[in-house]
């Protein structure tokens, strides 16, 4: 089916045009402000630490609502409408499988380290003799492009091997996890505050065979609930935590509870310009940081209890 997508200036009040459209029988809007984009910044801090320059520059200046029209007389009726009341509409025509499949055209086979490569679901295994992590990600985070993401994988192609257990905190896709257990681990656990990403995981793991017996995930928010911490358990050989700074600070002495004795913690989703306050924050919690990995801006940690 085709769309329509209709977008109107918002000028200084796109709340109140909204409910001029809606009186022109408009439905299903979205209101796109410079304004409300800095204040969901702002609000949100603790979730990222770095926000793409593009993404920004898009918003500067803007104000605007969108919404959309079925290809049909009854849409054109009321795009006929809003134009006739003196709005301005400029239209482009979508198609159902553009909004849920065009990102897919950009996302193929990535090798990780000298192990792994992600595959992701519709695509072909490639012949390269790599152990395959296949993977459909939809809306979580975590396909393997990010940097963060790779320099997690290639500490956990050195730390995985047999019998041992990981606990991923923050997993999104399950990415981490999944490589790990493709790599040899016995069992894995994922925690993460996005209650859509068990599901997502778990769909993600039966892509390369595993089951429920490997693997569970959580969706919860261990740094204020001790119950969380409890049903994640302890004994794990890798801890792993691809988050942000601002998490990472307070997480670093809660992530020692979780260690068997011998083992590391992984840490990345850290910013230029923070990685000495997360060096001292581990140092501080007790560990000793073994290597240090940076790429593109980002960096990694691989962590060992200090005795």
Not at 126 to 132: I, K, L, S, T, Y
Not at 250 to 268: C, D, K, N, Q, Y
Request: negative net charge; aromatic residues 8%.
């Amino acid at each position: 089916m085709q769309w329509l997508e209709c977008t109107v200036p918002g000028g200084d009040d796109p709340e109140e045009l909204c409910n001029a459209l809606a009186e022109l029988g408009v439905g299903g809007m979205s209101i796109e402000n410079e304004r409300d984009f800095h204040d969901f910044l702002e609000n949100n801090r603790a979730c990222w630490d770095y926000v793409d320059e593009a993404l920004e520059e898009s918003f500067s200046g803007v104000s605007r609502v969108k919404f959309w029209l079925s290809c049909s007389a009854e849409g054109e009726n009321v795009l006929a409408a809003v134009r006739a009341a003196g709005y301005s509409v400029e239209t482009r025509v979508i198609a159902d499988e553009d909004w849920e499949n065009n990102w897919k055209q950009y996302y193929k086979p990535l090798p990780v380290g000298e192990k792994l490569v992600v595959v992701p679901a519709w695509e072909e295994q490639p012949a390269d003799g790599r152990v395959a992590l296949r993977l459909d990600p939809g809306l979580i985070f975590g396909t393997g492009s990010h940097a963060t993401t790779r320099m997690c994988l290639e500490a956990v192609e050195t730390l995985a091997g047999s019998g041992k257990r990981v606990l991923d905190l923050g997993c999104g896709s399950g990415i981490l996890s999944i490589g790990a257990l493709v790599l040899g681990c016995r069992e894995a656990v994922g925690c993460d505050i996005d209650p859509k990403a068990p599901d997502v995981a778990m769909d993600n793991a039966a892509l390369n065979g595993i089951g429920a017996d490997r693997f569970r995930v959580y969706a919860g928010d261990i740094l204020s609930d001790k119950g969380m911490r409890a049903a994640l358990g302890a004994g794990f050989d890798i801890v792993l935590a691809n988050i942000v700074a601002d998490v990472i600070l307070p997480l670093a002495p809660l992530s020692r509870e979780f260690l068997a004795p011998g083992g590391t913690f992984v840490t990345s989703g850290i910013i230029e310009g923070r990685q000495d306050e997360i060096a001292h924050a581990l140092q501080k919690a007790g560990y000793t940081v073994e290597k240090h990995f940076c790429e593109e801006e980002w960096h990694c940690f691989v962590c060992s209890v200090r005795e």
